[in-house]
């Protein structure tokens, strides 16, 4: 029995799905997380909307009202996170991310004097 045209279009996407199902948990293994807190180093006060970057990805997010902050899906192995706020001194901190792991980066900015 021979298939027509739509008949096979609609079968491929059928075949790969199962390919996709089984890739996406692998993907997911080949991320992590790096969460913390951003203070001012003077005084421990908490930062809200610092600049927090991944400077290999570009990937960034800003502290909330709390410092606090989350980034996830970052690619596994040694990362730089870069830390910005207009009056302070830029930061960098190096952290190593496990796949599914949260790795903590805390961090208190210095004033620019």
Do not use: H
Request: with cysteine; net charge positive; glycine share 8%.
């Amino acid at each position: 029995m021979r298939m027509n045209s739509s008949a096979r279009r609609c079968a491929l996407p059928l075949l790969l799905l199962p390919l996709l199902l089984v890739a996406s948990p692998a993907l997911a293994q080949e991320t992590g997380a790096v969460a913390g807190r951003v203070t001012r180093a003077a005084d421990g006060e908490v930062l809200s909307s610092v600049s927090v970057t991944v400077q290999s990805t570009g990937q960034s997010t800003v502290t909330g009202t709390d410092g606090r902050y989350a980034l996830r899906r970052v690619p596994v192995g040694s990362q730089t996170i870069v830390f910005r706020w207009l009056g302070y001194k830029p930061s960098e901190v190096a952290v190593t991310v496990a796949p599914g792991a949260t790795v903590t980066a805390d961090v208190g900015l210095e004033a620019v004097t």
